[in-house]
Nanobody
Framework: QVQLVESGGGLVQAGGSLRLSCAAS????????MGWFRQAPGKEREFVAQ????????FYADSVKGRFTISRDNAKNTLYLQMDTLKPEDTAIYHC????????????WGQGLQVTVSS
């Protein structure tokens, strides 16, 4: 099992920045990739970004490309999401997730944290 704990959410004005963190514990050696997802009120959960744990390859949703940066610190087993130029439409609950396989769905999820961007 892998446990994920997010931190760093909060309230920010449009145009501002926030950095989310996700600390992984447990069987972290089994992680092949990690990602961030978000769910806005009344909407389905959507993919934000992912990173391959071993080589750091990244992939982003078009809606955040150029504004968000995903990164990881393997020594600390921690995932980050740097969010810049935030927009009100970025308001959502953000979850980090971890997968043991590059091909199968994500196996583990954090509890989520609120990010609110005011206009």
């Amino acid at each position: 099992q892998v446990q994920l704990v997010e931190s760093g959410g909060g309230l920010v004005q449009a145009g501002g920045s926030l950095r989310l963190s996700c600390a992984a514990s447990g069987r972290t050696f089994s992680i092949s990739r990690m990602g961030w997802f978000r769910q806005a009120p009344g909407k389905e959960r959507e993919f934000v970004a992912q990173i391959t744990w071993r080589d750091g390859s990244t992939f982003y949703a078009d809606s955040v490309k150029g504004r968000f940066t995903i990164s990881r610190d393997n020594a600390k087993n921690t995932l980050y999401l740097q969010m810049d130029t935030l927009k009100p439409e970025d308001t959502a609950i953000y979850h980090c997730a971890a997968a043991a396989s590059m091909l199968r769905p994500y196996d583990y999820w954090g509890q989520g944290l609120q990010v609110t961007v005011s206009s």
